[in-house]
């Protein structure tokens, strides 16, 4: 288990503020993955984006996390289908129309740029981070170094590997194509929590 | 700009100046911009980042085609499919194949400035593909059949309501100008692209050899749903993106979007590395992942020394943020396809000599641009060297061809501006002329023009130089030809400062012009023969120091001499001379080391106007103002280092824009309160004091040697 490196994790949090990122803890893993349960109830229902869906009063909220283990997918899918979430684990493609939760596990935490790194080479953990309302991601402390170069190491493994897609994220889909106005949302997710743990 | 003869680009300039949409926008943005950049730079090392990332970039220019090999040999061990194309025809034919080979009938784009190079969406058109921008600003602009305005914020001179318009027809129902639900009519209207897709075209910000990886900066998350939804991928970008390792891009993401858009780093950064999953239903396959290299002149370009630089460029925009002229007329008059200094560049490289003919006239030389660029480009220096090119293939105008040749030839030049004074007389009213004599080319304008003096300095100098002080410091004067022929009152007043701090003076008569004037014109072998002149002026001189009381003068020779001469064989002597050159408040601070107690204080309010050429050209900052709070009461005007529209001829070929400048430059000086406004420069002088005599107003304008000898004790 690697240690927490305490200056990386404040100087995360004081640089996430900025760019729109909503920050919270959890003691625990399970902990934030009710978080995530929690951010889905109260988030209205989801608007769709293609035509040819059902009537809202017949939708239910949608929520994914293709990329959880095992553990965490059976506890997550429970708590989600207790409050009468459709819970997915893949065929994102199904949802391109629109998709209110998407849970995420950061592999990697840049501090000065509050950027969370995700491997997501399988189309499932892409496409669940992008076409979702509002992402949840998970971040473990000890994992966070403190600027991109320390981020190197790691980076360059995970680009060596045959085939992968690393994503920086850092703050929901922004743009200020329109008269210069910070307007956020724009393809991708319209908000962006991220839940320090330590694990 | 798609104009092609110097009037209808005028006819075009006025329709710009007269937009008050686009000049109110781009002048908030320009204010923001320089405060947001400054914020987001304060928790890193700016300038060694962009000296390391310069000598990076020129290391891996060194190398492109190695590197595009290690690529390729990485890349293609791991599923994708590396191409390199020549020209923008085979590029574009490259992609209709693929299109073909793959049965694609639908295209989505991410933001591409490639792709915009190559005109990419027209033969895809042709060729019967579906095109689909979704980046916001390049759907929009699109949708109304035109070109960026900017290379970050391609839709940057519409407004709300025209958006709102555009809008309404493609989706044929009313749309509010409200701008969240414009964007969400944006996420709507194109998730359906998105979902259709067959194909989607990406750029890519960097191209890294070791991994073989490519990543692409956005904001939005339209480049990572176009290189993951549809079956095929093709990114494109210029040879000039590969790098050598992580490192390199990761140090260029340090400054590209603090220097965009002023945040410490994109939204998303994606980074893909050979064919990634895409799933049909539930079987998992591999992407079909093309990577398009291309040259289109950028092999041509690495082997000129002069303009080579060029290529280190990471498409930032910054050198359009900060263009005063930018601000005044948009994206659309300044440039082609690539905007800003970097575009008046690229285009004539890459869109070919005659688009680039008049589009390259448009720069004043302030060098806003040099100052902040990512990749430490000498960006007005490549502008120069194009317009001596442009001038050999194209000739170059009568009356600029006229002032070379005299300001080459010294005796002509002194003998033609005594002659002028003469030629003058029947119009002169006081100091000020309507017309100054051709040779000056200084055109009609939005200021009252200043006679040659009736006495030039160098007939004064005799009668005004001071004793000799044994065993003090020796200072040689550099006139320069306005101060020496126009305003011989900077210079007295200087010399009356320096003989009461007890300084020896020097003027040698041989002196003549600094050579910028012919230089800005693209005269290459008159700027030559001057600079050499000057040299030979002052080489048995013994000074310690040659000052001069013009910025331009200072920083033509210290920045432009050395490379000027550099056939000359003359490498020490060059150095010896400029080494010596100062500015004078530089002199006053911090060699002479001149005391408050020097002034007397007697409260005048006074504001600055800092020539291009001291604060960006010679990097001077501080001494003007500690000269100016010791002998009067300083008041920091707003935008105090935006350029005053004076650019040498600048003026006279583009006299609206010119004006506007200086405009804006006098109402922020009246604006803060003084009575008085002190430069460095006789250039910024003749702007500031004849567009304050034009528009009747009381602001008195004096070079800061003549406000520091009134307030002599």
Redesign the interface.
């Known amino acids: 288990m690697s240690t927490i490196n305490a200056a990386a994790v404040d100087l995360f949090a004081a ?1 996430a503020k900025p ?1 729109s990122i909503s920050l919270s803890e959890a003691k625990t893993f399970d902990e934030a993955l009710d978080f995530a349960i929690e951010i889905c109830e109260k988030k209205p229902l989801g608007q769709l ?3 040819g869906g059902p009537p809202d009063s017949e939708r239910k909220k949608t929520l994914a996390a293709p990329a959880l283990n095992e553990a965490a997918w059976s506890r997550l899918s429970e708590a989600g289908a207790k409050k009468g979430f459709e819970m997915i684990r893949g ?1 994102l ?1 199904k949802y ?2 629109g998709l209110d939760v998407a849970v995420s596990v950061a592999d990697l935490g840049i501090a ?4 969370s790194v995700l491997e997501c ?4 953990d ?2 669940a981070s ?2 979702c309302e509002t992402h949840v991601i998970i971040l473990d402390k000890s994992k966070i170094v403190s600027n ?2 320390e ?2 190491p790691f ?2 493994e ?24 910070l ?1 956020l ?5 319209l908000e962006l929590y991220l839940v320090m743990v330590e694990a | 700009m798609n104009e092609t003869t110097m009037k209808s680009y005028h006819g075009s300039l006025k329709q710009a100046l007269d937009d008050n949409f686009l000049r109110q ?1 781009l002048d ?2 320009a204010v923001q911009y320089r405060a947001n950049r400054q914020l987001i730079f304060a ?1 890193v090392n700016e300038k060694a980042l962009i000296a390391e990332i310069a000598e990076a970039k020129d290391e891996s220019l060194d190398h492109l085609d190695e590197l595009f090999e290690r690529f390729k040999s990485v890349a293609e ?3 994708v499919k590396v191409h390199r194309a020549a020209t923008a025809k085979e590029a574009c034919d490259l992609v209709i194949q693929l299109a073909k080979e793959n049965d694609c009938k639908t295209v989505i784009k991410s933001k591409s400035m490639t792709a915009e190079e190559i005109h990419l969406n027209h033969p895809l058109e042709e060729a019967g593909l579906k095109v689909t921008e ?4 390049e759907w ?1 602009i699109q949708l109304r059949h035109e070109g960026p305005s900017h290379m970050v ?4 001179h ?3 309501y025209q ?1 709102a318009d555009v809008f309404a027809e493609t989706t044929k129902q009313d749309q509010d100008s409200d ?2 639900k ?3 009519v ?3 209207e ?3 692209k ?2 259709e897709a067959d194909m989607g075209i990406s750029g890519a910000n960097f191209a ?1 050899a ?2 073989g ?1 490519m990543a692409i900066c956005t ?4 480049g ?2 176009t ?3 549809p079956r095929v991928h093709v990114a494109i970008c210029g040879i000039d993106k590969l790098v050598p390792t ?2 390199d891009a ?1 140090r260029v ?2 400054v590209l979007p603090r220097n965009a ?1 002023a ?17 049909e239903g ?1 079987n ?1 396959q ?1 992407k079909e992942f093309h990577m398009i290299f291309l040259d289109n002149g950028r092999t041509q370009l690495i082997k000129d020394p002069k303009c080579r630089q060029a290529l280190r460029c990471v498409r930032c925009g910054a050198c359009a943020n900060v263009c005063p002229v930018y601000r005044l007329v948009g994206g659309h008059r300044m440039g082609y396809v690539y905007i800003g200094a970097i575009g008046l560049i690229l285009t004539y490289f890459f869109h070919g000599h005659e688009r680039a003919k008049i589009l390259a006239q448009n720069c004043v030389g302030c060098e806003a641009c040099k100052d902040v660029c990512a990749a430490g480009i000498d960006l007005p220096a490549i502008i120069q060297e194009i317009r001596a090119r442009l001038n050999e293939e194209f000739g170059s105008a009568m009356d600029q061809a006229l002032l070379g040749r005299v300001l080459a030839n010294r005796k002509l030049f002194h003998t033609l501006l005594k002659f002028a004074r003469w030629a003058q007389l029947p119009v002169k009213k006081g100091r000020y002329i309507r017309h100054l004599p051709e040779i000056f080319s200084l055109g009609q304008g939005p200021k009252a023009l200043p006679a040659i003096a009736d006495q030039a300095f160098r007939d004064i100098w005799p009668k005004i130089k001071p004793p000799v002080v044994p065993g003090a410091k020796t200072v040689g004067l550099f006139a320069g030809c306005a101060q020496d022929f126009i305003f011989p009152g900077h210079l007295q007043a200087a010399t009356t400062i320096l003989a009461k701090l007890g300084v020896n003076v020097e003027f040698p008569e041989t002196q003549s012009c600094c050579g910028l004037p012919v230089q800005m014109m693209g005269q290459r072998a008159s700027a030559i023969a001057t600079a050499k002149g000057n040299i030979a002026a002052f080489k048995n001189l013994n000074v310690d120091h040659i000052v001069t009381l013009c910025a331009s003068c200072g920083s033509h020779i210290k920045n432009r001499y050395h490379e000027l001469l550099a056939g000359e064989n003359m490498g020490a002597e060059v150095q010896a001379f400029s080494d010596k050159v100062i500015d004078f408040s530089s002199l006053l601070t911090d060699v002479l080391k001149v005391k408050p107690e020097t002034f007397v204080n007697k409260k005048e309010k006074v504001g600055y106007h800092y020539p291009c050429h001291l604060v960006r050209g010679l990097g001077v900052v501080e001494a003007p103002k500690t000269l100016l709070k010791a002998a009067g009461d300083y008041q920091v005007a707003p935008e105090e280092d935006v350029c005053c529209g004076f650019g040498g001829t600048y003026s006279t070929k583009f006299p609206e824009i010119s004006g506007t400048l200086l405009t804006n430059k006098l109402n922020n000086l009246e604006g803060a309160g003084v009575t008085t406004v002190v430069t460095d420069c006789p250039g910024c002088y003749i702007q500031l004091d004849g567009g304050e005599k034009k528009r009747g107003g009381n602001l008195k304008v004096e070079h800061i040697a003549e406000f520091l000898a009134r307030h002599l004790t």
Do not use: C
């Open positions: 640089k760019v984006l293609l035509p065929g493609r391109l129309a000065d740029t509050a950027t080479e399988k189309e499932d892409r496409l992008m076409i991109s170069y981020a190197e980076l360059t995970a680009l060596s590997k045959d085939r992968n897609y690393v994503a920086f994220i850092s703050g929901p889909s922004r743009t200020a194509d329109i008269e210069r106005v307007t949302g724009v393809h991708g997710p | 926008t908030k943005f928790d061990k791991k599923g979704t980046d916001l600003g929009i914020m391609p839709a940057i519409l407004s709300r958006v701008i969240s414009l964007v969400k944006a996420r709507h194109l998730r359906a998105f979902a890294v070791e991994t990886s904001n939005e998350g339209n990572r749903l290189t993951t939804l992580l490192h990761l993401i340090k858009t945040q410490a780093i994109t939204t998303y950064v994606s980074w893909i590395s050979g064919a990634v999953e895409r799933k539930e998992s591999t």
